[in-house]
């Protein structure tokens, strides 16, 4: 029962996510102020709206767009692997609550973004969110090897008769590799920019934002120029070592 009850809360705590996710978002571009007539007396101060604020807003608003998404891939870890458990289930519900300050603190940094402050406040909520997904993450990690160590004779037995320890051992490699380069690219990348950009607020404002530019195009290089997937499919690897490879995936993320 307790199982079944968790399983339909991992499904609704998807459904929740997407829908958390969508409106931080769109909240994200309502964030910045228009003018009104009364603002804008001049082509001159038209001019200076462009420069000192709508510039730097829309610069602002793409680097908290692009973050939000990167928060809402990082949840599809949760709604991809096999099992999950409560305290699991509730840090993310802790992380997508500090989503939801995301659009304040865009707009707070929108008027603000000069300011030593703002920038901190902005890296720091950063920074928390990201360290809530890692935490998230590591969990995960451990409860899904966890289970599949206690299934590793079964698995074993039902491999061809010329399995070997070396096998097991070749493909957890491959496995570790591939979880090792998903929690750099997909989990640590925010982290180490919100790290950067705090360190950066107390010297420079414009380089904290800046920063955040840097390492997202940085995560987004090694992203397009290659999947964990593809790594492993570029991996020359025996019949048994592949048969392997499918059971030690369907272990941790396939169906019950």
Same mark, same amino acid.
């Given at each position: ?75 599809? =870890? /949760?709604? %991809?692997?096999?099992?999950? @458990?409560?305290?699991? &289930?509730? $840090?993310?519900? *802790? ?90 690219? =997909? /989990?640590? %990348?925010?982290?180490?920019? @919100?790290?950067?950009? &705090?360190? $950066?607020?107390? *010297? ?53």
């Amino acid at each position: 029962m307790v199982k079944i009850e968790l399983i339909n809360m991992k499904d609704r705590h998807s459904a929740i996510t997407d829908g958390v996710f969508a409106i931080a978002m769109t909240i994200l571009v309502l964030e910045i102020a228009v003018p009104t007539i009364s603002d804008i007396s001049s082509g001159v101060a038209l001019s200076q709206y462009f420069t000192n604020y709508l510039a730097p807003a829309i610069l602002i608003y793409f680097i908290s767009f692009y973050l939000v998404y990167t928060f809402w891939e990082n949840t599809i =870890l /949760l709604f %991809t692997f096999k099992r999950v @458990s409560n305290p699991i &289930l509730t $840090l993310n519900m *802790i992380a997508m609550a500090t989503v939801c300050l995301i659009p304040f603190a865009t707009g707070f940094l929108f008027e603000f973004y000069m300011y030593k402050d703002a920038n901190i406040f902005f890296s720091a909520l950063i920074l928390i969110i990201s360290l809530l997904y890692v935490m998230i993450f590591l969990l995960l990690v451990r409860l899904n090897f966890k289970k599949y160590f206690e299934k590793k004779e079964e698995i074993k037995a039902s491999i061809h008769e010329s399995y070997d320890d070396g096998v097991e051992f070749s493909n957890l490699k491959l496995y570790v590799r591939g979880v090792t380069l998903t929690l750099f690219y =997909l /989990l640590l %990348t925010p982290v180490i920019g @919100s790290l950067i950009s &705090l360190v $950066l607020a107390f *010297i420079s404002p414009l380089a904290s934002i800046m920063s955040f530019i840097v390492v997202l195009i940085l995560r987004f290089a090694i992203r397009m120029k290659r999947t964990n997937r593809d790594q492993l499919q570029d991996i020359k690897i025996t019949d048994d070592e592949r048969e392997f490879l499918d059971k030690l995936r369907e272990s941790i993320y396939g169906d019950e």
